[in-house]
């Protein structure tokens, strides 16, 4: 069985300082991993993933995520926060062998960015 | 492309009704699932289907059937609707093959309330 843990419910930073966004993972094998982000009302807009290579992974708006395959993580940064960075952010994996592109989801960590 | 679409955006039901929750996507992918959003527990995956005529179960399949009879349409039937139901229903496609095959496209999801 594969499972994540967002451990933060919620993040608060000020804007211009580093946004850092928690995940850990466990899955059978190797994982591909996933970053999506929702803002209110809206439905989920990809972010970047983890698929094999270069640890760090760049994404979309200047995130990017390091991969750490000892401690299990997938920590999504941003060096410099922005208020739109507002929003609910969820951690993704994924068995490579995972019939039908099955993800599992973290619960959510809901970014709050103020000016 | 209008992407991954989802009707009705909003709906109301009573306990013990059925509807149709329905999703389209115009990007020929061949794999479609349905998640359910509730607070604090992310995505959950209801049901899912890897091409026309073949679906399998997620994680929280009860009370909830689907078909595939076409790539383009994959409808989430409610047989007997539960207040436990209330949730936010998430479509998403994605290709089965090629570089972009572990991203899944989500729609704008159905908020359903049953009372």
Redesign the interface.
């Known amino acids: 069985a594969q499972s994540v843990a967002q451990p933060e419910d919620q993040v608060n930073v000020a804007e211009g300082n580093p946004l850092t966004v928690k995940c850990t993972y466990s899955v059978s094998g190797n994982p591909y991993l996933f970053w999506y982000v929702q803002y209110p009302n809206r439905g989920l807009q990809f972010l970047l993933k983890y698929i094999t290579g270069d640890n760090l992974v760049k994404g979309s708006y200047g995130f990017e995520a390091e991969f750490n395959k000892s401690q299990t993580s997938f920590h999504l940064k941003k060096p410099s926060a922005l208020v739109s960075d507002s929003a609910l952010y969820f951690c993704a994996v994924r068995a490579i062998k995972a019939a039908g592109n099955k993800l599992t989801f973290g619960g959510g960590t809901r970014v709050l960015v103020k000016p | 492309n209008a992407g991954?679409t989802q009707t009705p955006k909003f709906q109301v039901l009573k306990t013990g009704q059925s509807m149709t929750l329905q999703c389209a996507q115009d990007m020929n992918h061949e794999?479609m699932?349905w998640?359910r959003q509730d607070p604090?527990?992310?995505?959950?995956?209801i049901h899912?289907?890897?091409g026309a005529g073949i679906t399998?179960q997620?994680?929280v399949p009860n009370g909830y059937n689907v078909s595939r009879s076409t790539t383009e349409d994959f409808p989430l039937r409610l047989l007997s609707a539960a207040p436990s139901q209330t949730s936010v229903y998430?479509c998403?496609s994605?290709y089965?093959g090629g570089p972009h095959?572990?991203?899944?496209?989500?729609?704008?999801?159905t908020r359903l309330l049953v009372l």
């Open positions: 991954v794999y699932s998640y604090g527990m992310g995505l959950r995956l899912y289907s890897v399998d997620g994680e998430f998403a994605s089965s095959q572990e991203t899944q496209y989500f729609g704008p999801g």
